[in-house]
């Protein structure tokens, strides 16, 4: 079966913009996770979406956001982007909360 | 959210096991122990998961102690492709992963 999708992979931006990234989950999943990895923070979690409604949420400031839609579909966005926020962006599904299956990644390079 | 302890690096000779340690002490009852597996930034690849009974699958094998305190992921024959950051989580996604341990194989 298809594994956690996310797009785009690569993504170049100028501060002060925003972004919308997405993550399509392994059909049947209803959890979608989203995580940032940089080389000083490692990987922190931001939010988690449950059948459409957000469920937890990391310490991250309020530019960042996100949601999720009927089909389990997630995207997450960050406005105002700083070069802080060039990352690697992860989104990881799960079927009940046992184990999560982790998508690609999209890379994000604010400059 | 319990937290865990892992060492940060280890060296492991090719086609020999590798045991990796985990420290979580604070882990509830119902939470389980898994581990990850991060291959030079890509995403993160889910190796095996327990409660409180050893698990074994095609991948490794998981000893979680009997106080569950502490667990020791086992590499029965690392490769050079196992050559990985390692991490051990409890409750994913609640929390952040912590720095894992990195896993040399070396042949």
């Known amino acids: 079966k298809a594994g956690v999708t996310q797009t785009p992979r690569y993504l170049i931006k100028t501060r002060g913009q925003q972004v919308t990234l997405s993550c399509s989950p392994i059909?049947?999943?209803?959890?979608v996770s989203w995580y940032q990895q940089t080389p000083g923070q490692g990987l922190q979690f931001l939010f988690e979406?449950?059948?459409?409604?957000?469920?937890n949420k990391g310490n991250f400031p309020g530019r960042f956001s996100g949601r999720q839609f009927s089909n389990s579909r997630s995207e997450m966005n960050v406005s105002t982007l700083e070069l802080g926020d060039s990352a690697l962006y992860l989104c990881?599904?799960?079927?009940?909360?046992?184990?999560?299956?982790f998508g690609s990644g999209t890379r994000l390079t604010v400059v | 959210d319990a937290k865990t302890t892992q060492p940060p690096s280890m060296d492991c000779a090719e086609g020999r096991a590798a045991n990796l340690p985990c420290n979580h002490s604070?882990?509830?009852?119902?939470?389980?122990v898994y581990w990850y597996r991060q291959i030079h930034s890509q995403g993160p690849q889910y190796i095996i998961h327990?409660?409180?009974n050893n698990e074994t699958n095609e991948m490794a094998s998981l000893i979680i102690t009997e106080d569950r305190k502490s667990s020791t992921l086992i590499l029965p024959h690392a490769t050079l492709r196992d050559t990985a950051v390692y991490y051990c989580?409890?409750?994913?996604?609640?929390?952040?992963f912590g720095a894992g341990t990195t896993v040399t194989v070396r042949a």
């Open positions: 990881a599904s799960s079927f009940e909360d046992y184990g999560y299956t």
């Open positions: 059909s049947g999943h209803r959890s």
């Open positions: 979406y449950f059948s459409e409604t957000q469920r």
């Open positions: 604070t882990i509830s009852g119902n939470e389980y």
């Open positions: 327990g409660l409180k």
């Open positions: 989580i409890v409750r994913v996604p609640l929390g952040s």
